[in-house]
């Protein structure tokens, strides 16, 4: 960790405190939460703001430093940074510099008087069961996509959640997948643990995904023996020829390859996921249990992000209600007075 930075008056300015903040941080998060905190502040907020004193930085001074990031003819970098990004940078003072408010360094906290940008949700990639077919039959004897692929599509999991599954968090019979941990790539392949309790999770799988399971295992015997003692004993379901890890990073440029090179629609891996919600949804399958496959915190969650769904939800409902008490055109009785 770098030495504090004090000033000419002896105090201590914003780059020290956040190299503070940092060490004290470091080992408290995920090392994925850890590497984007620093990131942010060190290449956004530090050099605009670190040699302002501590106990001198104003409210303004931190909306100026929003604005510029924005504007791309501002930004030193030559191109404005999204909305929401800069409020997760919001997000990451107001933590920071609250710590600085709990410990008794400053009176109160700059950037929790600040106002971040509104981002708008990103538009989700849609795929419906022609396109997810389509997608699974472009993607058939891949060994590096397919398998992944059927998971996502199935049970919703991430991309590290899929990389970091193993064969022992699989029920003998294939038919349950216990989630927990994800594999990322910042700073090095590392498996975290899910973000929160309900991230930990099991899954039911379909029946759909049990043949796919069942080649990648042969597939892997076979190798396993090729390989001999240069064999990466590891036990990951989605693995490399060796049997490693597969970088998530790399996963993700293959999956980009793979859509351009097949003429499909630009969609992200992750809209697999969305993909599995929606369809669980408009097949009548309980929001609740959506939420638990997902792994949201909440049901609110799982229902603010799907809303688009709701209103041919909200048909069927009317529908099944005329089908359990009828339709009728005629005018209810008149109330005898």
Sequence with gaps: ??????????????????????????????????????????????????????????????????????????????????AGYVLNLHRVLVQSLGAAFRWGLIPTNPAAAAQPPRPRRPELGQIDPALANQILEAARGSRLLELPIAIALATGMRRGEILGLRWGDLDEDLTVAHVRR??????????????????????????????????????????????????????????????????????????????????????????????????????????????ERLGHSNIGITLDIYSHVLPTMQSEAAQAFDDLFGTSTEAPPQQVS
Excluded at 30 to 57: D, H, K, N, S, W
Excluded at 186 to 191: A, C, H, Q, T, V
Excluded at 206 to 222: A, I, K, M, N, S
Excluded at 225 to 236: C, I, L, N
């Design 1 to 82: 960790m770098a030495q504090a930075r004090w000033t000419t008056t002896g105090e201590l300015d914003l780059a020290g405190y956040i190299d503070k903040w940092l060490g004290h941080m470091r080992g408290r998060v995920r090392p994925g939460t850890f590497g984007a905190y620093e990131c942010m502040l060190r290449l956004y907020a530090i050099p605009v703001l670190g040699a302002i004193p501590l106990a001198e930085l104003h409210p303004l001074q931190i909306q100026q430093l929003y604005g510029d990031l924005l504007d791309s003819g501002s930004h030193r970098f030559g191109r404005g940074l999204s």
């Design 182 to 291: 994800s594999l990322q790539s910042i700073g090095g392949l590392s498996f975290e643990e899910p973000k929160t309790p309900r991230s930990r999770r099991a899954v039911v799988l379909p029946q759909f995904l049990h043949p796919y399971l069942v080649r990648q295992r042969e597939d892997q015997t076979g190798r396993r023996e090729s390989f001999g003692g240069a064999w990466k004993a590891t036990d990951q379901v989605v693995d490399r020829p060796d049997g490693s890890p597969v970088n998530p990073a790399t996963f993700s440029a293959e999956w980009s390859k793979f859509i351009r090179r097949k003429g499909l629609p630009r969609v992200r891996f992750h809209d697999l996921r969305h993909a599995h919600a929606t369809l669980m949804l408009l097949q009548g399958v309980h929001p609740k249990i959506v939420s």
